[in-house]
């Protein structure tokens, strides 16, 4: 065996510590670092914006920050084998069509995790990224309006990725675009327009997640072959939305997630003429104003599915018929007042609605709304309130979930 390649030496042993320092300084010490080294940076804040454009490492260390100017994006990262860990980053610009943001990455296999992020129009852009993690970050989201602000985190045309355990806050969306082959896991996002927003995405694995007090939940667009399970969904309220939304998406798996106080539950809409299927079982839909609605072709809805605190179904399409015979025997049951050819499969979550409804054998838990009871009903009141109306009523004394 021959003696090693000193040649590796200076990479191998390469790891600067760098006082705070100005914006020339940083960038040229990052160009100063050779390919696979490692940059640790000093506690203190470090001007930017800076780039990356070799692998290596910068460590902050969980005490070094670099401040953007305002303009434009924080860290911009166009290599491949790139690690950013420990930094707390802030103060992109907040321009869209520039999609300034707290970290830009392109190339692969990149780590990007334990990072703070704050004060960024989007979080952390991935731009035809593959084979890369983004963990234990925590994202918050400049204070502008709503439909002002960026994507917490966005991928666009990357895949075989993971992004798992990150706490999002004030972003606008969680967006999937042409985005196929992801694993999106255990992160936790408040205060947003779409907790998720996946679009020509297919074959993603959406585990463990929370969303919560977001217009909408998750909403899947022309994506097949999802899986979504595990997933705590609570608070959308937006009425075209709901806690968990499919526009023409087959084949998707919807298994073992809670959908708390949403506006709709579970909202399915495919094309007429729709393939595949839409599995839907063990989840609990508790709190919404619609338990579930439906108006896909063709679905599977085993006798598992559970819709919590709902009331039974009324259906309202005649071309469906005996797809919503099928869900009302597995999974909802015959109850007195059920018309005999339903049309429109939906559930209604009478405890959240200030509406009157008799008593049925005793159990309120059991009642039919009163514009589905049928007239053989002893309590059946002779001028009922409207179904749907301005407000959510809540009558739990605790409907939020821990």
Request: glycine fraction near 12%.
């Amino acid at each position: 065996m021959g003696p090693p390649d000193l040649r590796l030496l200076p990479v191998l042993l390469f790891a600067l510590v760098v006082p705070a320092a100005s914006a020339a300084s940083l960038q040229a010490l990052i160009d100063a670092t050779p390919a696979g080294g490692t940059l640790k940076l000093a506690a203190g804040s470090h001007v930017g914006p800076v780039s990356i454009a070799k692998p290596m490492t910068l460590d902050g260390g969980g005490r070094a920050g670099i401040v953007g100017s305002g303009r434009g994006t924080v860290l911009s990262v166009a290599a491949n084998g790139v690690t950013l860990r420990g930094l707390h980053l802030r103060g992109s610009g907040e321009s869209h069509d520039g999609v300034d943001a707290g970290i830009l990455l392109e190339g692969d296999d990149h780590r990007v995790e334990d990072n703070v992020i704050e004060d960024v129009l989007f979080g952390i852009h991935l731009k035809r990224v593959n084979r890369s993690r983004v963990a234990r970050n925590r994202v918050t989201g400049k204070p502008l309006d709503l439909g002002m602000r960026g994507d917490a985190i966005r991928l666009w045309y990357s895949q075989h990725n993971v992004i798992e355990a990150n706490r999002f806050r004030r972003g606008r969306d969680l967006t999937f675009a042409n985005s196929a082959d992801n694993r999106i896991a255990g992160n936790h996002f408040v205060d947003g327009r779409y907790g998720m927003h996946v679009i020509f995405s297919p074959r993603l694995l959406i585990e463990d997640n929370r969303l919560s007090d977001t217009g909408t939940g998750i909403i899947v667009l022309y994506s097949p072959d999802l899986v979504l399970r595990g997933n705590h969904v609570a608070h959308a309220l937006t009425g075209g939305g709901g806690g968990i939304v499919f526009k023409e998406s087959h084949d998707a798996l919807v298994e073992g997630n809670e959908v708390l106080h949403c506006s709709v539950g579970l909202r399915v809409d495919a094309p007429p003429d729709s393939v595949g299927k839409l599995t839907v079982r063990n989840n609990r839909f508790a709190h919404n104003i619609i338990g579930l609605f439906f108006t896909a072709r063709r679905a599977a809805m085993p006798s598992s599915t559970t819709a919590s605190r709902t009331t039974s179904p009324r259906s309202a399409s005649a071309r469906r018929r005996r797809q919503h015979q099928r869900l009302a025997r597995q999974s909802l049951g015959r109850l007195p007042g059920l018309r005999p050819r339903p049309r429109r499969h939906r559930r209604h979550a009478a405890r959240d609605l200030p509406v009157r409804r008799p008593h049925l054998d005793g159990n309120p838990d059991d009642h039919l709304l009163p514009q589905f009871a049928g007239a053989g009903n002893p309590g059946f009141p002779r001028a009922p309130r409207p179904l749907f109306l301005a407000a959510l009523v809540l009558r739990d004394p605790a409907p939020r979930m821990p």
